[in-house]
């Protein structure tokens, strides 16, 4: 008996051994590819890299959050033209399909990798730079820049001028803002540093390989070390440590006993290759991270105004206003006067429109101010226009998201949308690329038929202006039964953005148009079915890059009337040229870009002009440090 049992038990044995080892390799199996110790395997067409540095993280890091705030890159737009979506027009984050968009250039073959845009664009291609400039050959690139030079001189302006055209394509006002904002640092030691550490570094393995050198490698390794350790904290000279200028020379000694020695050329070249691409990628690095944050900058609401819209709701509450007069809702649906219609979640930037609008009215109390808002900043708007007069005018506080449409189902939300603006660069054979700015309607615009069925004309405003004259004469104008009155932008043709609209037929001769200052004809509008020719295209179209853009300059084809250029004043949000004198004696001025007025980035000689009409009194904007 004794002898069949134990066979018996080690067959048994044998089999519970051989399932737990299957058990333990089905376990051991996906742990090893979570663990990732798959890496010297091959996975659709590439292998994972081993090694990675911290740098190779951070910018993994920035780059993820770029690419959440910017999708991916339009892709072929066209052979010459570059199309960029820029933040939407409200200090907030502009959302659109439930993510921030700010879709920054490409190049002109509309290629959107980084890579490529890199190469094409020459940003931070350093290695490239010094090849074809002679960076670091100083007694050349003195002849080239010599005053008495006139040819090399303005080459070297040249390049300059292309380089931040070039710079603007991929980072878009970012580059702007920065050359407008560079300030002089004294930091010529610290540079003279890490030129020293630089050659330091090239040279270090070299001389580490001769044992005869033991003593200058050990000595080259100290200074190495100490001067890595002063430049990690410190980026002006006022910050360097008492003791730096006796560890100059002691470097500049070690370096020189250094070339003194003979080496192999082949690896102290090789190792300056390797410094320059490694300097070249932290540039490149630095470059996006800062561009990223003026994005988050110029796309996130101030403290001070999200202070100014949250008091101003809790008042509300505590103290609601009391209910309109009737003679007031009359006056709202008179189509006899001046109707004024802003789409804006801001209401220090509507209520600057409106201010400076009756300001400069011969009669204010003619006008009717129509301000369109979403359930958010609803209430706040609401307090505000009923405690604030402007002279004779009536202001009417709606709440789009309540508003009932006859087109559209009970269950189906109604969103606000403000006015949108693109970046359109043009690429040129002979020289750098430019760049437009253009604002449009949004999908909000094209319901404002269905939202004042009562009246027959509008001026749309956008609530990044201000007004400077009387804007009665819009109303007398004879628009030859065109529908919408906008000033034209006739640096962009539509024949030059054919490729964004594939094989809809364009007027050649027609010019892109602006939002900002806008004569409405409701009632030509509604013949001509404006909204919906708009919603058809806005459906046709499946690619969502430039939707609004590209809808709207097709819906009013053909149905333009070109204001006087004369009218309004763009380009205060993002460019820096423009004269003083010319922003006083405007009629309208503009803050299309990313430099809001309202804004700590704002182009500093234009907001002058805005805040003027901000009452510093009130005791809401004090409570909220808004000055």
Known sequence: ?????????????????????????????????????????????????????????????????????????PKDFGENIVVGKAENKTAGFPLLDGLPKERL??????????????????????????????????????????VGSTPGATENIRDIDEGEKLCELKFGSYCLWRRNHKEKVNDFTVRKMKDLLYVARAYYPSIAKLPALDKLSHEMKQNIQDFERVLSVTTVDKDLPPLIDQKLPKMEAVIAQAKACRVDCSNVDKKFRQLVDLTEDEATFH????????????????????????????????DPPPDIDQSLAERHLNPDLHHFVIFSSNVLASSAVINSTVTHAKESENQVFHVVTDRQNYFAMKL??????????????????????ENNKASTSIHLSLPEEYRVSFHKVDGPPTTEYLSVFSHSHYLLPEIFPSLKKVVVLDDDIIVQRDLSVLWGINMDGKVNGAVQCCSVRLIQLQKLFADKRLDETSCAWMSGLNVIDLVRWKEQDISGRY?????????????????????????????????????????????????????????????????????????????????????????????
């Open 1 to 73: 008996m004794k002898g069949g049992i134990l066979p018996a038990k080690r067959r048994w044995k044998g089999l519970v051994i051989a399932v737990l080892g299957l058990v333990l390799l089905s376990l051991l199996v996906p742990l090893v590819f979570l663990l990732g110790l798959h890496n010297g395997f091959h996975s659709s067409g590439y292998t994972t890299p081993q090694h990675s540095s911290a740098s190779d993280d951070e910018s993994t890091h920035v780059d993820d959050l770029m690419q959440r705030l910017e999708p991916t890159f």
């Open 105 to 146: 250039g490409v190049n002109s073959t509309g290629v959107g990798d980084l890579a490529k845009a890199k190469q094409s664009t020459g940003v931070g291609d350093l290695a490239k730079k010094k090849q074809s400039t002679g960076v670091g050959d100083l007694g050349k690139k003195k002849q080239s820049t010599d």
């Open 287 to 318: 470059m996006r991270q800062s561009a990223f944050l003026y994005q988050l900058a110029v796309q996130t609401m101030p403290k001070s105004h999200h202070c100014l819209s949250m008091r101003l709701t809790v008042e509300y509450f505590r």
């Open 384 to 405: 505000w226009f009923s405690r604030n007069k402007y002279m004779e005018a009536t202001v009417e506080v709606l709440n789009i998201e309540d508003h009932k449409l």
């Open 535 to 627: 919603l058809k295209l806005v459906t046709e179209m499946n690619s969502e890059e430039a939707v609004a853009l590209r809808a709207s300059l097709l819906a009013f084809q053909g149905e333009l009337y070109a204001l006087d250029d004369k009218w309004v004043l763009s380009g205060l949000g993002h460019n820096y040229g423009v004269d003083i004198e010319t922003v006083k004696n405007a009629r309208v001025l503009h803050y299309n870009g990313n430099m809001k007025p309202w804004l700590e980035l704002g182009i500093r000689d234009y907001t002058v002009s805005w805040r003027k009409f901000l009452n510093q009194e009130n005791q809401f904007l004090s409570d909220c440090n808004i000055n």
